[in-house]
DNA sequence: AAAAACCTCAACCGCGTGTCA
DNA sequence: GTGACACGCGGTTGAGGTTTT
């Protein structure tokens, strides 16, 4: 297809257009396609104008990194990636962009629906907020090591092929291998068990996540819960949470743990971790 | 089978920041 | 210094799909 060049000329002011909202015709992702194929990313106002597309800039900037963008990775979450944005949340808030550099394929806008739809859902089901101790606490405790639980349940017994949502880990690991400079959050944590406000330009060597959660003893979840070491909320950046007793934190969600068995049930999905009993028990607990 | 409730996610909006003339 | 413009980010919305009643 043609990329149209005569508008490019003459410039009309998004006022002076009827600029077309809504959802994204065929043609017009053929048209942004074509033109960024040709000219790049950036100077999406141009764009917008010269590929003939009656759209804002920022319209086609957004349809461009959320959609259109050849490396964009779509489907279910995958049980890495759900530990990877859980960890990465407790770390930096809701700096989506930010966590969305650490999974290759996945736009901030993804990432930030997941958190609204999934992990806010269940901070609705235990009644507490999102962002309160209890809650995070959950999290760290007992949802993100169940979920390195799952993750190495699944590596160890079979392939997780046809399992819903299931991005195997060697999808992940080809990920890091197409982008080196990614590393994996199990790993910086385990090699960061202070906060530390220079993660930012840290660059450590590409680790193979499922050699750490083959190893129980050795990974990061099992020895932090049991040493009170390990994965601390940062105070030092943007996220406003705040340092808090690790110690009593473990203490509290072993608590839980211990009211019975079955408190976090099997599945394979992050949701599937929780069933009505546990939510039970995690209400009760939080009530007291 | 139909209606209601719920969920998902693409897209929009407002605001802050960076750049350049 | 400042105004205009482009860009990027996080919050929010709403249409459409799915599930429940």
Known sequence: MEVRSSSCSSYQSEEDMDVRKGPWTVEEDSLLINYVNIHGEGRWNTAARCAGLNRTGKSCRLRWLNYLRPDVR?????????????????????????????????????IKNYWRTRVQKHAKQLKCDVNSKQFRDVMRYVWIPRLVERIQAS?????????????????????????????????????????????????????????????PQSGYYSDSVQTGSGFYPDNNGSSSWDWYNYGQGVQDVQGIEQQGDGLLSGGDSLEELWNDESILLLQQHLMS
């Open 155 to 215: 590596n160890s017994d079979s392939p997780p092929q046809g399992q819903p949502g299931a991005a195997t880990f060697s999808s992940r690991v080809n990920y890091q291998e197409d982008n080196p400079a990614t590393e994996s959050a199990s790993e910086w944590v385990d090699s960061n068990p202070l906060p530390d406000s220079s993660v930012d330009t840290q660059v450590s060597p590409v680790s193979d996540l499922t050699t750490e959660c083959q190893n």
């Open 74 to 110: 779509r489907g279910n979450i995958s049980l890495q990636e759900q530990l990877l944005i859980l960890e990465l949340h407790s770390r930096w808030g809701n700096r989506w962009s930010k966590i969305a550099q650490e999974l290759p394929g996945r736009t901030d806008n993804e």
